[in-house]
């Protein structure tokens, strides 16, 4: 993997007849997790479609660039809310997805490193019918991880999960992830508060930015300064000003 950067957008997007966003800006740092929340429809998938180059209809006024000058072109991995699992392959093949897609030669050596590193060696043989929500999610975190990019986008992906499996995933995720340059999309303030090393909260006319808990993340649940950043992030959501 190349040395993950920091990623700066600043941009307006018009979908069909809409105006979307206007003026939103904001920087990523580099190799840290940043998050972000805003009500729904503001235009948060829209802004991890942009940045993965993945948002070809619609009208972007803006730039997005990189602190090393490079293009994001093949350097970013986006892990969607659904699995997006091929049901008719198995935990090994669906792992490796993007090198058959691809044509290219597939590191076994690696994928099954991966497999193990998320606790699927038992069910490698699998399909997804067979396999949990939680497993599923966690076949979808090896393949983002197989594809061993600098940037990894994440949208909402542990939000249909139950609390336990989702705060397994988030300190799993928060682990493997550790030292790239990653986005959240999440509606949950809990979320944010627990794995945001960078906050953002997202309005139709801009991004403001929210104090996380200090240190590396992922942030004890109970401790005073994620409850009080979680709370600070509810306030902002119901438009309480800080
Ligand atoms: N291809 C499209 N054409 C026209 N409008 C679109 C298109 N895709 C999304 N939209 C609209 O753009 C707006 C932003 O959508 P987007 O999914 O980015 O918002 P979001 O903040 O991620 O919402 P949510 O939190 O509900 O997932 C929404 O009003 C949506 O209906």
Redesign the pocket.
């Known amino acids: 993997m190349t040395a993950p950067p920091a990623i700066s957008f600043d941009g307006s997007l018009r979908?069909?007849e809409?105006q979307?966003f206007f003026g939103v800006s904001f920087t990523l740092p580099a190799g840290a997790w940043s998050c972000v929340l805003?009500?729904?429809?503001?235009?948060?998938?829209?802004?991890l479609r942009l940045i993965a180059g993945l948002l070809p209809?619609?009208r972007f006024d803006g730039r997005i660039t990189t602190s090393d000058g490079a293009p994001l072109d093949g350097r970013v991995a986006l892990m969607a809310q659904s699995d997006l699992l091929m049901p008719w392959l198995d935990v090994r093949q669906n792992v490796t997805l993007g090198a058959r897609l691809r044509g290219t030669p597939v590191d076994v050596t690696r994928r099954d490193r991966l497999i193990d590193r998320v606790g699927l060696t038992a069910h490698a043989h699998k399909k997804p019918g067979a396999l949990s929500g939680g497993m599923r999610q966690r076949v979808a975190l090896a393949r983002t991880l197989m594809e061993d990019t600098p940037v990894v986008l994440l949208d909402?992906p542990f939000s249909a999960l139950d609390a336990r499996t989702r705060n397994e995933m988030q300190d799993l995720a928060a682990q493997l992830l550790r030292g790239r340059t990653v986005l959240l999309?999440t509606?949950d303030p809990a979320e944010a508060a627990r794995l945001g090393e960078h906050i953002l909260v997202?309005e139709a006319s801009g991004a403001t930015a929210v104090a996380p808990a200090p240190g590396q993340g992922p942030h004890p649940v109970d401790a005073p300064a994620t409850i009080a950043v979680q709370m600070q992030l509810f306030d902002r959501l119901r438009g309480i000003p800080a």
Not at 38 to 47: D, L
Request: cysteine-free; hydrophobic content about 40%; glycine content about 24%.
């Open positions: 979908l069909g809409a979307v805003g009500a729904s429809g503001v235009g948060k998938s829209s802004v209809e619609g909402e999309v509606h997202m």
